[in-house]
């Protein structure tokens, strides 16, 4: 930079060069004029001087020729005293230019000056940058060099993180599979102990009816049934068919706040599931009425569907999530995460390996559970909004009711829709459930308060409409339900009466009253002949029916 200057003022100066030397001349000139010009005013003062006595001499005498001589002299003096005055004014104009560049001189000087000032301070301030940056490179090689430590600590620190991770993953596969093998083998001798305890039940009834039998009385006493205790008003199990329920057994304040679903167990056991706005699961013993366990799902997750197989427990709201338990052990062994909306609807496939969800996101999701880590495995998109699910006792067919009135059938092996059936019900399915016997009809129920049981080969045509001047439904959500042997269809309605109606020819059957207050679901169990049928409320009631 200090060179670039000096170039600089070298390359500036030059032109200036001819300017001083052209002022030193001139300023010479100046001088010798202005002692000329002292000089011949001297003469001139001298002159004039001479003159006027001369003209004082004349006046008493007539001019001579000598004066003519002097007079003409004097004339040329004079021009000549006047060509002095003109030069003289071009050498004021000289001075004033020679001013006006001494002025320029000392500007530039200045200029210089204050530039070289300036090249001074840029010197010491790089002599100030190249302190700082030697001194920065100084710094930087103690950085790089620390940085160079510390990634190896790193890396070293890494490999054994991973070492450890992997032996802890290792570890935790090794508890798992140990823990599955447990559950396993606890489910299997639970089996085998119900099985034995059910062997030895039978094995005391054949020895008292042995025992009465051989009374030999004749009173007709051996024809009592044991099961019931001698109470033939009692309905147990293996009974003769299915029985309309008439009265109420057992009515349980289930939740504090408005129960949304009802599941019996199809395996069999003998309790009932219920879900609620309180974000808890329930399970009940349908003999005794007694809780036997209960699940939460979190806080502020309002639950809307729900489904029982054997010792799994699974349930959805609106946490976008489904939760399956096993209600053995009471432990969350499943949270399914997938969809972007609140889950409406879930049911078991093929027994507890697979799971089906229905969600407001237009989809429904089908995931193996089959391992501890579950997974997506097909996914089922559609137009509207799902309300209510369901699937057959094959498990090859789901149904899907929808928020625009239709239903639509899907093959979950595939994910194709099989079946579209449009405007069904004027507003909204609320719920769908297929007969027991004859997978091919399946029962709706709408939000314009009609339950109609369709046909799916003969293009949905409905077989049957289920109607009465006081049957109204108000929820999204709310269920209905078909007896085991298909002959009957039941559905709750606000007014808080139960309706049962024959399917054959859709004539009302029976109207239950018992609740307070709207009806949100029934259900009937598949496998007790039909005698088991319960229903809960918006208050959180549950009554199971005898």
Same mark, same amino acid.
């Given at each position: 930079?200090?060179?670039?200057?000096?170039?600089?003022?070298?390359?500036?100066?030059?032109?200036?060069?001819?300017?001083?030397?052209?002022?030193?001349?001139?300023?010479?000139?100046?001088?010798?004029?202005?002692?000329?010009?002292?000089?011949?005013?001297?003469?001139?003062?001298?002159?004039?001087?001479?003159?006027?006595?001369?003209?004082?001499?004349?006046?008493?005498?007539?001019?001579?020729?000598?004066?003519?001589?002097?007079?003409?002299?004097?004339?040329?003096?004079?021009?000549?005293?006047?060509?002095?005055?003109?030069?003289?004014?071009?050498?004021?104009?000289?001075?004033?230019?020679?001013?006006?560049?001494?002025?320029?001189?000392?500007?530039?000087?200045?200029?210089?000056?204050? @530039?070289?000032?300036?090249?001074?301070?840029?010197?010491?301030?790089?002599?100030?940058?190249?302190?700082?940056?030697?001194?920065?490179?100084?710094?930087?090689?103690?950085?790089?060099?620390?940085?160079?430590?510390?990634?190896?600590?790193?890396?070293?620190?890494?490999?054994?993180?991973?070492?450890?991770?992997?032996?802890?993953?290792?570890?935790?596969?090794?508890?798992?599979?140990?823990?599955?093998?447990?559950?396993?083998?606890?489910?299997?001798?639970?089996?085998?102990?119900?099985?034995?305890?059910?062997?030895?039940?039978?094995?005391?009834?054949?020895?008292?009816?042995?025992?009465?039998?051989?009374?030999?009385?004749?009173?007709?006493?051996?024809?009592?049934?044991?099961?019931?205790?001698?109470?033939?008003?009692?309905?147990?199990?293996?009974?003769?068919?299915?029985?309309?329920?008439?009265?109420?057994?057992?009515?349980?304040?289930?939740?504090?706040?408005?129960?949304?679903?009802?599941?019996?167990?199809?395996?069999?056991?003998?309790?009932?599931?219920?879900?609620?706005?309180?974000?808890?699961?329930?399970?009940?013993?349908?003999?005794?009425?007694?809780?036997?366990?209960?699940?939460?799902?979190?806080?502020?997750?309002?639950?809307?569907?729900?489904?029982?197989?054997?010792?799994?427990?699974?349930?959805?709201?609106?946490? @976008?999530?489904?939760?399956?338990?096993?209600?053995?052990?009471?432990?969350?062994?499943?949270?399914?995460?997938?969809?972007?909306?609140?889950?409406?609807?879930?049911?078991?496939?093929?027994?507890?390996?697979?799971?089906?969800?229905?969600?407001?996101?237009?989809?429904?999701?089908?995931?193996?559970?089959?391992?501890?880590?579950?997974?997506?495995?097909?996914?089922?998109?559609?137009?509207?909004?799902?309300?209510?699910?369901?699937?057959?006792?094959?498990?090859?067919?789901?149904?899907?009711?929808?928020?625009?009135?239709?239903?639509?059938?899907?093959?979950?092996?595939?994910?194709?829709?099989?079946?579209?059936?449009?405007?069904?019900?004027?507003?909204?399915?609320?719920?769908?459930?297929?007969?027991?016997?004859?997978?091919?009809?399946?029962?709706?129920?709408?939000?314009?308060?009609?339950?109609?049981?369709?046909?799916?080969? @003969?293009?949905?045509?409905?077989?049957?409409?289920?109607?009465?001047?006081?049957?109204?439904?108000?929820?999204?959500?709310?269920?209905?339900?078909?007896?085991?042997?298909?002959?009957?269809?039941?559905?709750?309605?606000?007014?808080?009466?139960?309706?049962?109606?024959?399917?054959?020819?859709?004539?009302?059957?029976?109207?239950?009253?018992?609740?307070?207050?709207?009806?949100?679901?029934?259900?009937?169990?598949?496998?007790?002949?039909?005698?088991?049928?319960?229903?809960?409320?918006?208050?959180?009631?549950?009554?199971?029916?005898?």
């Amino acid at each position: 930079l200090h060179d670039l200057l000096k170039e600089r003022n070298a390359f500036e100066t030059e032109p200036f060069t001819a300017v001083f030397e052209s002022n030193a001349i001139l300023n010479a000139s100046i001088h010798e004029l202005q002692h000329r010009y002292d000089v011949v005013q001297t003469e001139n003062t001298r002159h004039k001087e001479d003159i006027d006595k001369l003209s004082s001499q004349l006046q008493a005498r007539g001019p001579t020729k000598i004066e003519l001589k002097q007079r003409e002299k004097i004339q040329k003096l004079e021009e000549q005293l006047n060509e002095k005055r003109y030069a003289e004014a071009d050498l004021a104009k000289e001075k004033d230019k020679s001013k006006e560049l001494q002025s320029t001189i000392e500007n530039l000087k200045e200029h210089i000056t204050k @530039k070289e000032t300036k090249m001074n301070q840029l010197q010491e301030q790089c002599e100030d940058a190249q302190k700082q940056t030697k001194l920065a490179e100084k710094q930087y090689d103690g950085l790089k060099e620390t940085i160079q430590r510390l990634q190896s600590d790193n890396d070293t620190l890494q490999k054994n993180y991973d070492e450890i991770e992997g032996r802890i993953l290792q570890e935790k596969e090794k508890f798992v599979e140990l823990m599955n093998k447990m559950n396993k083998d606890n489910e299997e001798l639970q089996k085998k102990i119900d099985m034995l305890t059910e062997l030895n039940m039978q094995e005391k009834k054949r020895f008292i009816w042995s025992a009465k039998g051989d009374k030999g009385d004749g009173s007709g006493d051996g024809d009592v049934n044991l099961a019931d205790g001698g109470n033939n008003s009692s309905r147990m199990f293996g009974g003769a068919g299915v029985v309309v329920p008439t009265s109420i057994k057992q009515r349980i304040m289930a939740h504090m706040r408005q129960a949304t679903s009802l599941r019996y167990d199809p395996m069999g056991s003998d309790f009932i599931g219920t879900a609620s706005e309180d974000s808890t699961v329930k399970l009940w013993n349908t003999g005794s009425g007694k809780m036997l366990k209960s699940f939460r799902s979190g806080s502020n997750n309002v639950l809307l569907g729900l489904d029982i197989f054997g010792s799994l427990v699974a349930a959805c709201g609106t946490d @976008k999530m489904c939760r399956i338990w096993n209600a053995r052990t009471e432990r969350l062994i499943h949270q399914l995460v997938g969809h972007s909306q609140k889950v409406t609807g879930t049911r078991f496939i093929n027994g507890d390996k697979s799971i089906l969800t229905a969600s407001a996101d237009r989809s429904m999701k089908v995931w193996d559970i089959t391992r501890s880590t579950y997974r997506q495995t097909v996914t089922l998109r559609h137009s509207s909004t799902s309300n209510c699910i369901d699937v057959s006792y094959d498990s090859i067919t789901a149904v899907s009711g929808h928020l625009d009135g239709g239903v639509r059938f899907w093959d979950v092996r595939s994910s194709e829709r099989t079946a579209d059936i449009t405007e069904l019900h004027s507003n909204g399915v609320t719920s769908v459930k297929f007969n027991p016997r004859n997978n091919a009809e399946v029962l709706t129920t709408g939000r314009d308060s009609v339950v109609k049981l369709i046909d799916v080969r @003969k293009s949905g045509e409905v077989l049957q409409s289920f109607f009465h001047s006081e049957y109204r439904i108000d929820l999204s959500y709310a269920g209905c339900a078909i007896s085991p042997d298909g002959k009957y269809a039941a559905a709750g309605s606000s007014t808080g009466d139960i309706f049962i109606w024959r399917t054959v020819d859709g004539n009302l059957m029976k109207q239950l009253k018992g609740h307070d207050t709207g009806v949100v679901s029934v259900a009937w169990n598949m496998q007790t002949n039909g005698q088991q049928f319960a229903s809960v409320d918006k208050r959180g009631y549950l009554i199971l029916w005898a």
